[in-house]
């Protein structure tokens, strides 16, 4: 089966401090790499998303970095603010026309004062 | 306001007892989807749909059932829900016929299912 392991499964940082979240992957058809953030009571709502010929693409405070050699992405949330606490997802489409996203299974992020 | 809508957000029901969630967009999507979200296992999909009247399972399709009979609806439906079915469950949709870039997945805001 198709698999996207993040981690950590849960994060705790100061705030202005850096975020950082790390998805791994292994099926090399994997071609569109999307983060989600949901907030409590809300459904996940996309954030970033990156294609495998670029290796970062940055919104804001918020960086994907990509290294396909190694299967690995992770999320970057730069400057992190309590605001930002959330569960982040990672997830990867399985190629050209594919009707799916793999999820992670997501990182629940609290930024303190 | 363009979103994917879902009905109840609450839901208690007993073994055996058949119940269906709704699910519609706004947007004149191609795709839609179910999701269960579980503590620990993430967003698994359970049925997609391309198209009005085609349908896929997803990976978790067991107990479940849908329908795509209008490109705005997609409900799930419980034939015979258990309690292994308890869970938070999500519909999302896509503009184009598939998940990309330039097409990417909406969610609606959850239903918590509990079956007891």
């Known amino acids: 089966q198709q698999q996207v392991k993040q981690s950590p499964q849960s994060l705790i940082v100061q705030k202005g401090g850096i975020s950082i979240i790390n998805c791994a992957y292994e099926?090399?058809?994997?071609?569109?790499f999307p983060w989600y953030q949901q907030f409590p009571g809300k459904g996940p709502a996309l954030l970033i998303a990156i294609r495998p010929d670029v290796s970062e693409k940055k919104e804001g405070r918020f960086t994907i970095s990509f290294n396909k050699s190694a299967k690995q992405f992770s999320l970057h949330i730069m400057d992190s603010q309590p605001g930002d606490s959330a569960t982040y997802f990672c997830a990867a489409r399985g190629g050209a026309g594919s009707y799916q996203l793999t999820f992670g299974k997501g990182t629940k992020l609290s930024v303190i004062p | 306001e363009a979103q994917v809508t879902q009905n109840p957000r609450y839901l208690i029901t007993v073994t055996g007892k058949k119940l269906t969630v709704t699910c519609s967009q706004n947007m004149n999507h191609e795709y839609m989807s179910w999701y269960r979200q579980d503590p620990g296992l993430g967003l698994r999909q359970i049925y997609y749909?391309?198209?009005?009247?085609?349908?896929d399972k997803g990976d978790v399709p067991e107990g479940y059932k849908v329908s795509r009979k209008e490109k705005r609806n997609f409900p799930l439906i419980l034939e015979s829900p258990s309690p292994n079915q308890t869970s938070l469950y999500f519909c999302?949709?896509?503009?184009?016929?598939?998940?990309?870039?330039?097409?990417?997945?909406?969610f609606g805001n959850g239903t918590r299912l509990t079956v007891t």
């Open positions: 749909s391309m198209n009005v009247e085609v349908t």
């Open positions: 099926n090399t058809a994997f071609d569109y």
């Open positions: 999302a949709s896509s503009l184009g016929q598939s998940i990309s870039y330039n097409s990417p997945l909406h």
